[in-house]
């Protein structure tokens, strides 16, 4: 059997590599959820797996609800599409509830007063009403519900994502709102445990392998046992080779050309190619600082190579790329292109540092 080259094949699988995806709805279903706690880089994970995107392409898709940020599967916010976002939360909400629960007490947010909160929100966003976070606030302080200090809006909002009473709404300028998620979100099939643990296993292993057992785990938030169950019931649908003493599982590889080397990609922060693995020493030196895995990330050829940031100026934006090690000429053009990218999404010229 051909040894498995996993970090093409998952450049390949999560469509960063090969022919993008149409539409900013289209990624989000494939992938099922994309982390997306820094706005602006979850709108550049879109439009890296697409094909021509620009930024207000991606924005749009938000505003109509054809693409829905909110919390579910670990405590932060994912993309989800409106077709998912019920099944996933009724699958990973009680988990992050469970990690929530410290802060919960630590806030004094027992069950009356989340319930009285969520009823607040719930009469307030009614009939198609979007109000933002601090609108939010002075409904709930007129329900004699409190958010002084730093976290306690935000997990009484949380908690209410999580039930399935708010989801996110249209921006309103840099503004995010929220509205209710029965009347922003039609109807959809409701999945039982058993079919969506399996749901949620084919198609990990389809948008993200190769990957292990673990691997799910830890993207998901569920425990191995779970993991393990949704991989039995669809592990006929996949493929599997062992690696590196390890077991991966994925979807049938594609018959495609080999990519052009090198190649290279500017990652935002928290992207899936980092945050969907349990085990990052397949694409990054674990030799260099772990946290950098987690910010904005330059890949050539599949490995994490360095990382970048962006500063938006009114004309133009400056990309500055710090690198493991010096790159060759071929390296920097690839960089270059992968930066020109970048500005064609945001519609502005790049000077690249």
Same mark, same amino acid.
């Given at each position: ?50 094909? +021509?995107?620009?930024?207000?392409? #991606? ?34 909400? !009680? ?17 009356? #007063? ?17 109000? *933002? ?5 002075? =409904?709930?302080?007129?329900?004699? #519900? ?9 997990? @009484? ?29 039609? !109807?959809?099939? =409701? ?10 296993? +084919? ?71 980092? =945050? ?16 950098? @895995?987690?910010?904005?990330?330059? /890949?050539? *050829? ?14 133009? /934006? ?30 502005? !010229?790049? #000077?690249?540092?």
């Amino acid at each position: 059997m051909k040894p498995l080259d996993i970090p093409r094949q998952r450049l390949r699988n999560q469509h960063l590599t090969g022919p993008g995806l149409k539409h900013p709805a289209d990624v989000v279903s494939w992938l099922v959820a994309v982390q997306a706690q820094d706005y602006a880089g979850a709108k550049w994970a879109l439009g890296l797996r697409m094909r +021509r995107a620009v930024d207000p392409t #991606v924005e749009q898709a938000f505003t109509a609800g054809t693409i829905l940020r909110t919390h579910l599967m670990r405590p932060t916010w994912h993309v989800v599409s409106p077709g998912d976002i019920r099944w996933l939360l009724a699958l990973t909400a !009680p988990r992050v509830h469970q990690s929530n629960a410290l802060q919960y007490r630590k806030l004094e947010l027992d069950r009356a #007063v989340l319930g009285r909160s969520s009823a607040a929100l719930e009469r307030a966003l009614q009939g198609g009403r979007q109000l *933002d976070r601090e609108q939010l606030r002075g =409904v709930l302080e007129q329900a004699g #519900v409190h958010t002084r200090g730093p976290l306690r809006l935000g997990y @009484i909002l949380m908690y209410a994502e999580l039930e399935g009473i708010v989801c996110s709404g249209p921006r309103r300028g840099k503004q995010f709102t929220y509205a209710l998620l029965e009347e922003r979100v039609p !109807p959809a099939r =409701v999945l039982a445990r058993e079919e969506a643990l399996a749901e949620l296993a +084919r198609r990990y292993f389809t948008s993200h392998g190769p990957a292990t057992l673990r691997d799910l785990a830890k993207w998901s938030g569920s425990t191995i046992r779970d993991a393990r169950r949704g991989l039995q019931a669809v592990q006929s649908q996949l493929e599997q080779q062992a690696a590196g003493g390890q077991t991966f599982w994925f979807a049938d590889r594609p018959r495609a050309r080999k990519a052009a080397s090198p190649s290279a990609l500017l990652l935002p922060n928290y992207d899936e190619y980092t =945050v969907g693995y349990r085990d990052h020493s397949l694409v990054f030196d674990l030799s260099h600082r772990f946290d950098l @895995i987690y910010g904005h990330i330059l /890949v050539l *050829d599949g490995r994490v190579a360095g990382t970048w940031r962006r500063t938006l100026k009114k004309s133009e /934006v400056v990309i500055e790329t710090n690198t493991f090690a010096p790159l060759t000429r071929a390296e920097s053009r690839a960089v270059g292109e992968a930066a020109d990218r970048y500005g064609a999404f945001l519609g502005l !010229p790049v #000077v690249l540092v």
